[in-house]
């Protein structure tokens, strides 16, 4: 029977290559010259440190400018508040991956109200949808992409 996995996933070497081009174009701007500006990632989490808050701000929209060109979705950060700790100003931008539980019973709940002949099934951080025509799981990636769900979603593992 043909089927699919819905994933919410982070390309990491994207990722890393956009946090070093973010690194690059920081240690090369004429307006941190001397701040000893950085970003670094450390366990799905990704460390902003500069000077000054503006620092912060004006690397936090080169990184996501640089993620959006490398085709990572930005939807994924959940970017914390800035804050100083001494003579440094520090943010934290934590990653998300994974489908959580109640995001995958709402996912669940959708295809079910949807009233497609698929079956949905929740399978650690992904939900797998399986049905008995191709066409119908077409329909169904068709509609998750107009709803309105809060985390960024792949659909992989397409199988016939």
Do not use: W
């Given at each position: 029977m043909?089927?699919?996995?819905?994933?919410?996933?982070?390309?990491m070497?994207?990722l890393t290559?956009a946090?070093d081009?973010?690194n690059?174009?920081v240690g090369?701007?004429?307006?941190?010259k001397?701040?000893?500006?950085?970003i670094e990632l450390k366990?799905?989490?990704v460390?902003?440190?500069a000077e000054t808050?503006?620092?912060l701000?004006?690397m936090?929209d080169i990184?996501?400018?640089?993620?959006?060109?490398?085709?990572i979705?930005?939807?994924c950060?959940?970017?914390?508040?800035?804050?100083?700790s001494?003579?440094?100003?520090?943010?934290?931008?934590?990653?998300?991956?994974?489908?959580?539980?109640?995001?995958?019973?709402?996912?669940?709940?959708?295809?079910?109200?949807?009233?497609?002949?698929?079956?949905?099934?929740i399978?650690?951080?992904?939900?797998?949808?399986?049905g008995k025509?191709?066409?119908?799981?077409?329909?169904?990636?068709?509609?998750l992409k107009?709803?309105?769900?809060?985390?960024?979603m792949?659909y992989?593992?397409?199988r016939?």
């Amino acid at each position: 029977m043909p089927s699919f996995d819905i994933v919410s996933e982070i390309d990491m070497h994207e990722l890393t290559n956009a946090l070093d081009q973010v690194n690059r174009e920081v240690g090369n701007r004429y307006d941190f010259k001397g701040s000893d500006a950085k970003i670094e990632l450390k366990d799905n989490v990704v460390g902003l440190e500069a000077e000054t808050e503006f620092q912060l701000e004006q690397m936090l929209d080169i990184l996501y400018n640089k993620m959006a060109k490398r085709g990572i979705e930005l939807g994924c950060l959940d970017a914390q508040e800035p804050s100083m700790s001494g003579k440094r100003a520090l943010q934290k931008i934590k990653l998300q991956q994974g489908i959580d539980k109640e995001l995958a019973k709402k996912i669940v709940k959708l295809v079910k109200d949807s009233k497609l002949k698929v079956q949905a099934a929740i399978q650690g951080e992904q939900v797998r949808v399986t049905g008995k025509k191709k066409d119908d799981l077409q329909q169904v990636i068709a509609f998750l992409k107009e709803t309105d769900i809060s985390l960024p979603m792949q659909y992989v593992n397409f199988r016939d």
